[in-house]
């Protein structure tokens, strides 16, 4: 069972590691993201929006400290769908549950890597919540953060399916932008 466990994670490092190489290739166009957790591009006519402390900013300005934090929030969904099927108080509820269990676990960790989380809040079905991981992380503290995240209960989608990432580095530089 736990090399069964240990091949399965090691296919889920490998095909983020592979789907960041591309993501890199791709940051330079700001028309389009590629999502290494669906292997797929997603595209818009303008551009993505970027934000700053809740501020529209045209680059961000990439940090070479090592930090372990929330590095960025990637919204899948059109505005239209997400406002029509959550509120920011949800929102902000879901980003807070995570940051916490994060800090709780990660806060001390020596090792660095990526960890990448996409909700899929669904209308009348179960929520998809699905993890990524990238570099060095301690697998046994990967673990425990996703059993704890999956025991968590998060609002369901009022209208649309949503989707959205949360981006976290632990002990690990900003990703060029």
């Given amino acids: 069972m736990k090399a069964l466990h240990l091949i399965i994670t090691l296919l889920i490092v490998s095909k983020f590691c ?14 389009k993201y590629y999502n290494p957790i669906e292997n797929r591009t997603y595209r818009t006519e303008g551009s993505f929006k970027r934000y700053r402390n809740g ?15 929330l590095e960025r929030v990637i919204l899948l969904s059109s505005n239209e769908e997400l406002n029509e099927s959550i509120s920011i108080e949800e929102f902000k509820t879901i980003k807070d549950k995570i940051d916490k269990i ?8 020596k090792q660095s890597g990526k960890i990448m989380i996409q909700f899929e809040l669904k209308k009348d079905i179960d929520n998809v919540i699905r993890f990524s991981i990238r570099d060095n ?7 425990k953060f996703e059993k704890r995240v999956l025991s968590e209960r ?6 649309y399916t949503i989707k959205f990432q949360f981006i976290y580095k632990v002990n690990s530089i900003d990703d060029k932008n």
């Fill in 137 to 143: 992380l301690d697998l046994n503290i990967m673990r």
């Fill in 154 to 159: 998060f609002p369901k989608s009022n209208k």
């Fill in 55 to 69: 501020v529209e900013v045209d680059t961000i300005q990439r940090s070479l400290k090592k930090e372990t934090k």
């Fill in 18 to 31: 592979l789907g960041q190489s591309k993501f890199e290739n791709d940051t330079l166009s700001r028309d």
């Fill in 102 to 109: 994060f800090i709780d676990l990660f806060g001390e960790s």
